[in-house]
Each structure stands twice: as structure tokens, then as C-alpha cells.
């Protein structure tokens, strides 16, 4: 008779999600490494299954018994909810994010080309004009609410043909469904706010199709809808489901990757005077800024058939929590993990994850970054921060910054 396994609970002695930990959550993350393989905490989502060890995070990405249909065991936790989120959960579990193949791979096919590096560089000379226009004249300012937040929701407009968004309004849809996506815990009323959100989305969305309907374009919304005509995309949830996160997704990965950039840069001086003499290290400084501070430190998949995983038994339904930032730090993949060097050749990425789900938007975002950037590097050469405590938002999964004040150090005259 073989032997039974059971759960382990959690290594590390103390609760993850402590105030420490959104301040810096890479100590917790190298104490859940060297524990051991695989934990199971009660902590997170009421039971889940913690990897934070560079290839066991990409191994599950990219393994299709790991599904990442997950929305219903989310939003639906009680009777109550069933009821009351019917209409959020038919919606949310329909974007492209939360499938598995074929449906995955058939909305999936219908975007690529808007991704595809030629059809993005006709955006970089209108992102670096707006880039100059949103900066005109400041010396000091707050990074987030000057660039950082408004610039990505602009980018996602124009690759969606929407003429003008109003970014208060998205601004808070958004952030009510990042609260949502980053909870822990079942909450009724973070559920209940993004639903209202995503609902608010939909209505926008069911305009502007109305209108691309009469007058396609060449944009993200119009090749959905000539999917939909060819019957690849199904009408209603389906294609409002994609528009929504689209726009969700480019404006809350980018965003936190600004601003995250710009934060870790000016901390490291000597890296971002070097950046001044060697522009051509850009790109490999925007790829080390994606390993060091994440912008999505972490994803989670459902078991889709039992398994054993370094010993431990993995049901069906079980919840398993790909921990992206503890893996970018694993010390048996990343010589020095915890130094930030912008000469380093990282490699694939596991920030935009990897497999099937692979961020699609991932040559937007790096885009953004480079064009973002290269402009201070021009503009602000002796840019500073104004507090050396970063103020961070406190989502768990969105690692992001909530203010980034700074300034321009005017050279005293000789």
C-alpha cells in the first residue's frame, strides 16, 4: 500500500501578506525558496499551492494541467454571490486571460497582428510627442499622476481607435478591478465594486462598437469585430470581455512598469548616469527593471487533472500560485539576483509570463518603456528623486507605486 501525502503547511513561520512584505516582499520570497520546492498556505484565497523558484513558476506556466480558467471559484464563493456577480462572472470568465485552448488560442490568433513589432512603430512618434506635451515645462512633479498613469491608458486608445478616453472614469474602473484581481480573500464588497467597473466598461464599449460597426478602422476593436463577422469571436460577452481587458491590462501592467523603472533607476545613480553615456543599454535596462521589480509578481492556475508535485499530492480544483516575483530573484537562475545591473542579459522573462498565456502585449509594453525613458534620460538628465521611501500601493499582485515625485537638479552656473 503506498504511502499517503499530505498537505504541508506554509515554511516560514510568519503570515506572508505583513506590512513588511509590501514594503519589500523579496526577503519573504528568498525564505519561501530556500524552505523548500512547494508550500500550501491557508493565507491566500482560503488554500493554495505557493511556488517561488524560477523553474518550477515557468514549468507551470507553461504546462497545460495547470488551466487558467479560474473566474468561477473566484468571484462565486457563496450562494449569495452566485446570484448577485451572475453578470460579472459571465463577463470576466469570458476574457482571454482566464481560457485554455482552443478558445485561448482562436481570440488569441485574432490580435497577434496588432502586437507584432511593424504594427507598433508607427506608435512611437505620436507616444513621444505626448510623452513632451505631458511633461512641458516641469521641473518637478509627481512621475505617476504627470505620466505614468495617464500615458498607458492614451497608448491603449490609440491601439483600440477609441478617439478620446476619459481617464478619470477609467482611472477608477480600473483600479477597482486591480483591487479585486489583488485581494486575497474573498471580499463582497471589492467584487461588487468591480463589477460595477467591468459593467461600466461594457456599456462604454457597446457605444464605441455601435460606431466602429458603420466605421471600421484599422484598430485592435475592429479586428475583433471582423472575427465576429467571420464567427471566430462570438458577439456579446465574448468580444465586449476582450475589449475590456485589453484596455485594463495595457493600462495597469505599463503603468507600474513606469513607474516601478523610473523609481529603481534614479535609486541606482551610477546606473542611470551610465544609461546617459550608453543610451544603447535601453533596452537591456528596461528588461532588468521587468526581473528586479515586477510589475505582476504573480499569477495563479487551477489543477486541471491530480497530480504529484515535488512530493506533494495536487487535486483537481486546486488553486496553484505562480510567485513571477520570487521567481525573478531565484538565486539558481540569476547570478546576484538581488543587484540591479543594467548589462545584464536576463533572458526570457517570466514578468509577462510564459507558455500559451504569454503577456500578449508584452512589445507594447517594452515599447512604452524604451520610448518613456529615452525621453527623460534627454529631457532630465539630472533627474532626482524627491523621497527616497518609495510609496508603494500595496497590491499584492500589481507591485506598483501610488505617488513618484521629482526633480530636475538645475546645475549651479560656473
Given at each position: 500500500?503506498?504511502?499517503?501525502?499530505?498537505?504541508?503547511?506554509?515554511?516560514?513561520?510568519?503570515?506572508?501578506?505583513?506590512?513588511?512584505?509590501?514594503?519589500?516582499?523579496?526577503?519573504?520570497?528568498?525564505?519561501?525558496?530556500?524552505?523548500?520546492?512547494?508550500?500550501?498556505?491557508?493565507?491566500?484565497?482560503?488554500?493554495?499551492?505557493?511556488?517561488?523558484?524560477?523553474?518550477?513558476?515557468?514549468?507551470?506556466?507553461?504546462?497545460?494541467?495547470?488551466?487558467?480558467?479560474?473566474?468561477?471559484?473566484?468571484?462565486?464563493?457563496?450562494?449569495?454571490?452566485?446570484?448577485?456577480?451572475?453578470?460579472?462572472?459571465?463577463?470576466?470568465?469570458?476574457?482571454?486571460?482566464?481560457?485554455?485552448?482552443?478558445?485561448?488560442?482562436?481570440?488569441?490568433?485574432?490580435?497577434?497582428?496588432?502586437?507584432?513589432?511593424?504594427?507598433?512603430?508607427?506608435?512611437?512618434?505620436?507616444?513621444?510627442?505626448?510623452?513632451?506635451?505631458?511633461?512641458?515645462?516641469?521641473t518637478e512633479f509627481d512621475f505617476m499622476?504627470?505620466?505614468?498613469?495617464?500615458?498607458?491608458?492614451?497608448?491603449?486608445?490609440?491601439?483600440?481607435?477609441?478617439?478620446?478616453?476619459?481617464?478619470?472614469?477609467?482611472?477608477?474602473?480600473?483600479?477597482?478591478?486591480?483591487?479585486?484581481?489583488?485581494?486575497?480573500?474573498?471580499?463582497?464588497?471589492?467584487?461588487?465594486?468591480?463589477?460595477?467597473?467591468?459593467?461600466?466598461?461594457?456599456?462604454?464599449?457597446?457605444?464605441?462598437?455601435?460606431?466602429?460597426?458603420?466605421?471600421?478602422?484599422?484598430?485592435?476593436?475592429?479586428?475583433?469585430?471582423?472575427?465576429?463577422?467571420?464567427?471566430?469571436?462570438?458577439?456579446?460577452?465574448?468580444?465586449?470581455?476582450?475589449?475590456?481587458?485589453?484596455?485594463?491590462?495595457?493600462?495597469?501592467?505599463?503603468?507600474?512598469?513606469?513607474?516601478?523603472?523610473?523609481?529603481?533607476?534614479?535609486?541606482?545613480?551610477?546606473?542611470?548616469?551610465?544609461?546617459?553615456?550608453?543610451?544603447?543599454?535601453?533596452?537591456?535596462?528596461?528588461?532588468?527593471?521587468?526581473?528586479?521589480?515586477?510589475?505582476?509578481?504573480?499569477?495563479?492556475r487551477r489543477v486541471a487533472t491530480d497530480?504529484?508535485?515535488?512530493?506533494?499530492?495536487?487535486?483537481?480544483?486546486?488553486?496553484?500560485?505562480?510567485?513571477?516575483?520570487?521567481?525573478?530573484?531565484?538565486?539558481?537562475?540569476?547570478?546576484?539576483?538581488?543587484?540591479?545591473?543594467?548589462?545584464?542579459?536576463?533572458?526570457?522573462?517570466?514578468?509577462?509570463?510564459?507558455?500559451?498565456?504569454?503577456?500578449?502585449?508584452?512589445?507594447?509594453?517594452?515599447?512604452?518603456?524604451?520610448?518613456?525613458?529615452?525621453?527623460?534620460?534627454?529631457?532630465?538628465?539630472?533627474?532626482?528623486?524627491?523621497?527616497?521611501?518609495?510609496?508603494?500601493?500595496?497590491?499584492?499582485?500589481?507591485?506598483?507605486?501610488?505617488?513618484?515625485?521629482?526633480?530636475?537638479?538645475?546645475?549651479?552656473?560656473?
Open positions: 500500500m503506498s504511502a499517503v501525502l499530505v498537505r504541508q503547511p506554509l515554511s516560514p513561520s510568519r503570515p506572508i501578506f505583513d506590512a513588511a512584505f509590501f514594503s519589500d516582499p523579496y526577503p519573504t520570497y528568498a525564505e519561501l525558496r530556500e524552505a523548500g520546492p512547494i508550500h500550501w498556505s491557508e493565507e491566500m484565497f482560503g488554500g493554495a499551492w505557493l511556488l517561488a523558484r524560477h523553474a518550477d513558476v515557468e514549468s507551470v506556466l507553461r504546462d497545460a494541467r495547470f488551466s487558467a480558467q479560474r473566474t468561477g471559484g473566484w468571484v462565486m464563493q457563496s450562494q449569495q454571490a452566485r446570484g448577485e456577480l451572475r453578470a460579472f462572472q459571465q463577463l470576466f470568465a469570458r476574457a482571454m486571460l482566464f481560457l485554455d485552448a482552443p478558445d485561448h488560442t482562436r481570440i488569441r490568433s485574432v490580435l497577434n497582428a496588432g502586437f507584432r513589432g511593424e504594427a507598433l512603430q508607427r506608435f512611437v512618434p505620436p507616444i513621444e510627442r505626448r510623452v513632451d506635451e505631458l511633461l512641458a515645462g516641469a499622476q504627470a505620466l505614468a498613469q495617464p500615458l498607458p491608458a492614451e497608448v491603449m486608445a490609440m491601439l483600440m481607435g477609441i478617439a478620446s478616453i476619459d481617464r478619470c472614469d477609467f482611472a477608477a474602473w480600473s483600479a477597482d478591478l486591480a483591487a479585486f484581481i489583488g485581494a486575497t480573500e474573498t471580499s463582497p464588497y471589492l467584487a461588487q465594486r468591480a463589477q460595477a467597473s467591468l459593467l461600466a466598461m461594457r456599456r462604454y464599449f457597446e457605444q464605441l462598437i455601435q460606431r466602429r460597426r458603420l466605421a471600421p478602422g484599422d484598430d485592435l476593436v475592429s479586428r475583433l469585430l471582423q472575427a465576429e463577422s467571420a464567427g471566430t469571436v462570438q458577439s456579446g460577452a465574448e468580444l465586449l470581455a476582450q475589449c475590456a481587458m485589453l484596455l485594463f491590462a495595457g493600462y495597469e501592467t505599463t503603468r507600474n512598469l513606469l513607474g516601478n523603472g523610473l523609481q529603481v533607476l534614479l535609486s541606482h545613480p551610477e546606473q542611470w548616469q551610465r544609461l546617459q553615456r550608453e543610451p544603447d543599454l535601453l533596452t537591456a535596462a528596461v528588461r532588468e527593471v521587468l526581473r528586479y521589480e515586477s510589475p505582476v509578481q504573480y499569477t495563479g497530480l504529484v508535485l515535488h512530493g506533494q499530492p495536487l487535486r483537481r480544483g486546486d488553486l496553484v500560485i505562480a510567485l513571477i516575483g520570487a521567481a525573478n530573484r531565484d538565486p539558481r537562475r540569476y547570478a546576484q539576483p538581488d543587484r540591479f545591473d543594467i548589462t545584464r542579459r536576463p533572458g526570457d522573462l517570466l514578468s509577462f509570463g510564459a507558455g500559451p498565456h504569454v503577456c500578449i502585449g508584452a512589445g507594447l509594453t517594452l515599447m512604452e518603456a524604451e520610448v518613456v525613458f529615452g525621453r527623460l534620460l534627454r529631457r532630465y538628465p539630472r533627474l532626482h528623486l524627491v523621497d527616497t521611501e518609495p510609496r508603494w500601493s500595496g497590491n499584492p499582485v500589481y507591485r506598483g507605486l501610488s505617488t513618484l515625485p521629482v526633480r530636475q537638479i538645475v546645475a549651479a552656473a560656473r
